[in-house]
Each structure stands twice: as structure tokens, then as C-alpha cells.
């Protein structure tokens, strides 16, 4: 493992490694120290509460010492283009930040979200290849424009710890939120999914499709692994039978560039595309996941988020645990 960017670019016995690492790690079996002495940077370009935290923890818990930095905010402003004239916003060119940091650090964490702008940009993941590029030291990806691969294994993780070991009917499900988001979390969830052998469905209205060439990733992966893949419009139907209902909410691609038009789009779907306690009555007494932050009552009601079969405090935890087992894997 030299950069964790994607589950992709690990194959399954590999990610399974990970997770029993990780579940031994919360079972409190001691691991020793292995960052001692290591300083890890942390690069937000965008808010955090449980990555943050998690990676902050897990540094300071492996006996490294974590420096967060925020460019735009507490650093200096980024430009990550190559050859561009620099005499607009930005301070600093990523091939001096990232070279320098790398003088004084074991491995750099990057957290850089799409803009929702431009689709063909965005999704050949810029910001966070370029990190990738220019640096000599593993790059963990703390969510891209294309992927969140550190929630994805938390939500491996959780599956497993909750349901046991094997292929389980899950489902992902799209949920109507008042602005556009991002696409990294259902492409890393259905990609993981998809690698560890679940049967996938996705369920998401019209104009809601996920990138085309991740589809057909999605679709190997469950070919190749022992898993199955059905995409549905149909909201009420996604739920029967399933053991795992994942809900999120993304940003049509077709949209990037035109969020008005999203946001107008979208407003049809507001009262049947969300995850109550109806829906979840159909399911195969399913337990519920959601990667956080939620909004109550527009993604999931109370009644569903509140409930026993609800996971998303531990999946949430299990971030802490996978992203140490990450860690301990990547920074020798
Ligand atoms: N799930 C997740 O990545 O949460 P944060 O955005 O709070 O880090």
C-alpha cells in the first residue's frame, strides 16, 4: 500500500485484512505505538466533524502527532493547476506545499469535496491526484469529489460487526436533501459493497444516475466477487427484503454547474424519497446507516434514527478504528 485514494485500488483479501485489523484494534488489543515520532498532516479544504476528529484521535491514540492545516482558512490559499499563471486568489502552487510538508511529515491526509461544478473536471478527482503526484509520502484520501474510502470500510466494517460475516441484500438509497452533495459517499459505499460481495441495490430517481465508467466498476466488482447489482427507480419496492438500508443524498451529475436547476428538479421527490418507518417495515428488519451528518425528518424520520435498528453512532466509531488499521498499514 503506498496512497489509500480508493478501495478500488485494493482487492478484496486486502480490504478484509483491514477490517479484521481494525476490529482487533477496537477490541482494545494492544498495538503498541507505531507512529511514534511520526507528525501526519491533515488537509482539510472543507468542514469535518468525525473525520477530523477521528483521524486527530487515532494519530495522538498510535502515538503520532497530527497538524492540521486548512488552506484558504489557517494556510495559505491553494492553486493545484499545472502551468497556469498565478495571479488571481491563490497564495501557493500544491507542488511547494505538498514538497515542503513532506520534509516535515509521515503522511499527508487530504479532505477536498467537489465543487458541483464542472462534471468532467470533478470527476477525474483533480485536487486530490495532484496531492497523489507530487508527493513521496502515502496520501489518504479524507473524501475527493469522487470518493470517501476511509467511510466506506467504517461502513464494511459495521455491516459485518452487525450482521456477521457474508453477502447481505443491502441497499443505497438517494434521499431528497434541500441543496446538492456530493457523489464520494454513494460511490465509495456501492464500490466497497460491490468488492465485498454484497447484493447491491441502488435506488435513486430519475437524473440521479451515478458516473457512468464507476457504474460499470461497481458492476465487475460484484460480478467478480459473488455479488449481485440491481439499480431501481422505484422507492417503495427498493426496500423489501433488504438487510441494510444505506440512505444519502448526491447531486445529480447532469446538474454540475447548475444548481438552480437541481434544486428545482429535486422538489418533486421531497415527501416520498425519504427513509421513514414505513419503508423500513418492508425490509427484512433492516438495520439503517447513514454516514452523518443527516438532517432529521428530510433524510430520515426521527422514528427510524432513533430506533434500535439504527447503526449510525457506531458506524461513526468504526471510522476511528478502520482509519488506525489504515494508518498502521500505510506509514512504516
Ligand atoms: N462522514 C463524514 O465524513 O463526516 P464528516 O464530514 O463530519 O467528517
Redesign the pocket.
Known sequence: MNNFLATSDFDCSQLETLIQRAIEIKSRKDIGKPLKSKSIALVFF???????ASMHVGIYELGGNPVILEPGSTSWTLEHREGVVMDDDKTEHLKEFVRVLERYVSAIGV?TFAELKDWETERADPILNAFARYATVPIIN??SAMH?P??AMADMMTIHEKLGNGKKKVLLTWAWHPKPLPMA?PNSFALAAAQFGHDLRIAYPKGYELDEELAEAIVSQASTNGGSLDFTNDIDAAFEDVEVVYAKSWGGKNFYGNYEADILARSQYRASWIVNESKMERTNDAIFMH???VRRNVIVSDGVIDSPRSVVIDE?EN?LHIQKAIMTELIK
Open positions: 472543507n468542514p469535518s466533524l468525525r473525520t477530523r479532505r479524507l473524501e470517501h476511509c467511510q459517499v454516514c452523518l451528518p461513526a471510522r
